[in-house]
């Protein structure tokens, strides 16, 4: 079965800290797709990057950056430089294996709220 | 502007009443998701719709129901068989096509049992 594992429940940092945001998931499936969502107290549940199993290179986007090993079946965030603008909900998120009729839905991780201090 | 839409932004309810939350895009996308999310906790899958006139149960399907009649939208109704139905319920489309099926997501709306 398909999970994804947040183990940070909340992390508080003040602002121009880096935060890392862990993520580990299972799938039995060779071909998936990794996701990162922001969710901010507004509520509506913003998309930040998509990573297929095939490409490994981690990438930086702006303050945005992830590391993708599949090893370890992890895919880790990271914001540098953080701002108050941060402070939000994080959600890690894996598809379903795409050889099944139900691929193109998401199995989420429980989140990450991150709290950036001034 | 393309986007999702959902309406109310926050609902009241009585016990054993009803009610219906709406869902709306014009996105384009095929796929329709809605997602349930209590306090403190992630998103599980209610209903989803891969196309119209069609619909699959997630994993909380129980005491919900809903109707894929248009492509642009897809109603979610609240049953009074739902036991604990206070809670932030959260709309999706996405394009379920290889390589680009990140879903995007409506404002949400905010459901009480009074």
């Known amino acids: 079965a398909q999970k994804v594992t947040q183990a940070q429940t909340e992390i508080s940092v003040v602002e121009k800290e880096d935060v890392t945001l862990d993520c580990v998931y299972e799938?039995?499936?060779?071909?998936?797709?990794l996701f990162w969502y922001k969710q901010p107290p507004s509520g509506e549940l913003v998309f930040l990057i998509r990573r297929n199993s095939f490409d490994e290179q981690n990438e930086i986007s702006g303050r945005y950056s992830w590391n993708f090993q599949k090893s370890t079946s992890s895919f880790n965030f990271t914001i540098t430089a953080s701002q108050v603008v941060d402070s939000a909900v994080y959600f890690c998120?894996?598809?379903?294996?795409?050889?099944?009729?139900?691929?193109?839905?998401?199995?989420f991780g429980a989140g990450t709220q991150v709290v950036v201090t001034p | 502007d393309g986007g999702i839409t959902q309406s109310p932004k926050y609902l009241f309810r009585k016990e054993g009443q009803n009610v219906t939350l709406s869902c709306e895009q014009n996105?384009?996308?095929?796929?329709m998701y809605w997602y349930r999310q209590d306090p403190g906790q992630g998103l599980r899958l209610i209903y989803y719709?891969?196309?119209?006139?069609?619909?699959q149960k997630g994993d909380i399907a129980e005491g919900y129901s809903v109707s894929r009649e248009k492509k642009e939208s897809f109603p979610l109704t609240v049953t009074s068989a739902q036991k604990n139905p206070t809670a932030f319920y959260l709309c999706?489309?996405?394009?379920?096509?290889?390589?680009?099926?990140?879903?995007?997501f409506g404002p949400g709306t905010r459901l009480t049992v009074l």
């Open positions: 799938t039995r499936d060779t071909t998936y797709y």
């Open positions: 996105l384009n996308h095929d796929a």
């Open positions: 998120a894996l598809s379903e294996p795409m050889t099944t009729d139900s691929w193109g839905k998401l199995q």
């Open positions: 719709s891969q196309i119209v006139n069609d619909f």
């Open positions: 999706a489309s996405s394009i379920p096509r290889t390589g680009d099926f990140e879903q995007f």
